[in-house]
DNA sequence: GATTCATTGTATCGCTATGAAACAATAGTA
DNA sequence: TACTATTGTTTCATAGCGATACAATGAATC
């Protein structure tokens, strides 16, 4: 494969994005895994030279989900030199044809990280051209990245619960309608920690953001929930 | 003036720093003059090519004002194509003999924009090579800047306002020494609204951060203040 | 030295928000 | 009809916060 046109994209500029999602329990983070080399990296793009930044994540985005506005937030520059590994990125190109060492993909980057939420079941991931694989891996239990992106997801983590309470994007998190235990289990996932079920209901409702539908009945034996959708 | 070693730094890659200072009343920025254009902009530069981004903008930094170690805090990165504006560049740098329309200072560039707070007294800022004089100017009553600044200041406004609580970082705002009022003043400097004197002392003090030292007499005829610093 | 004044330190009152627990309702099962 | 699991709501105690009042105190004034 010949180099994949190098001057239509700013030099030394990537972005990271981090893609939660909510499988009904656990949150999860897409990965990228390179089979030659057992790697997994954070799907990530570079910018085109006419193109906002803002729009090479979203089309980064499209292309690996199909999924087209969606929720994204930038959350931090990366641009220590500790994350410029060159022999990394040589590696993983390695299978591809690029043998030349002084090559644009080796060079210095700067990564701007940006998060996305998704619904979990609507999404077919699908491996670019560099990676063989795409999977979803949950938050707490994901394998070793390269350079930095451990951190990078660390820090995406962080943001997201900082602002977790202004921003109630668990909008794209669910399905159009679904249960407050749905919306609880939710707030769980990303918070890392368990709430008060009462006090939990108490709060979102008194934020008057939310629409109560038909009641869902599952076949359980029990009391069954209204169903909810937010309000436009 | 030749070219300023244009392969010394990433191509495409700025930063702008909003230097907040305090006054005693006032919260001001330090804003550069352009005298040929009448023009105003951040304090900005480039990101060397060997050198970190944290680096780059500490060390911009210490050029201008002098000062070192300084509490920086990263807010941003502007990506748009609509501060891509190549005229506005170049009737700045026609006056230093850049008449080359393809050098690398009229491409398009990505900015990451950075906040500092710093102690008013201790500075004295000096203008760069481009710039005709530095100054500061209150943030309320700011001139029109070029390119997208007058944006960046908002932005960097908001963040520093919702994140004021968590990082108290008012430490670098003050002397070393300071009063229960100095420290409420800086806080509505910030905030831009008033606040209840005894109710913020009340919640300063449940902090747990100030450590209370002798009186300060400062001649008034009027019951003397504590005076605190911040606990290390 | 008593009085006055401006400012500072602290206490009080009422309301709201919140954590913990109890209570009530209900869909299905035995 | 009783029972169970889950959900919706209420209650109670406490913490936090806005608004206000009160007390303390340097210095100036008489």
Redesign the interface.
């Known amino acids: 494969m010949p180099n994949p046109e190098p001057f239509d994209f ?4 990537a972005y990271d994005s981090v893609v939660f999602g909510f499988s009904g329990e656990k949150l999860k983070i897409l990965l990228m895994e390179y089979h030659k080399t057992g790697w997994f990296a954070l799907p990530g793009g570079f ?1 085109g ?6 729009n090479a994540v979203q089309r980064g985005l499209r292309e690996r989900t199909g999924l087209d506005e969606v929720y994204l937030e ?1 959350f ?6 500790e994350r410029f590994k060159p022999e990394v990125m040589m590696k993983i190109m390695e299978p591809h044809g690029f043998e030349q060492k002084d090559h644009w993909l080796f060079k ?1 980057f ?1 990564s ?1 990280g940006y998060y996305a939420l998704i619904n979990y079941e609507e999404v077919e991931p699908k491996p670019d051209k560099l990676s063989d694989s795409i999977g979803w891996y949950e938050v707490d239990k994901l394998p070793e990245l390269i350079l930095d992106h451990n951190f990078i997801v660390q820090k995406a983590l962080n943001h997201l619960r900082t602002h977790l309470d202004q921003k109630l994007l668990s909008v794209n998190l669910l399905p159009e309608l679904f249960t407050m235990k749905d919306l609880q289990q939710v707030y769980e996932a990303i918070l890392g920690e368990e709430l008060n079920r009462a006090n939990f209901q108490r709060k979102i409702l008194s934020l008057d953001i939310l629409e109560r539908h038909e009641k869902l009945f599952s076949g359980g034996s029990h009391k069954a929930p209204y169903l909810y959708s937010f309000k436009k």
């Open positions: 700013l030099p030394h500029i910018v030279i006419n193109e906002s930044l803002d930038q931090y520059t990366f641009g220590s030199m210095r700067l701007i």
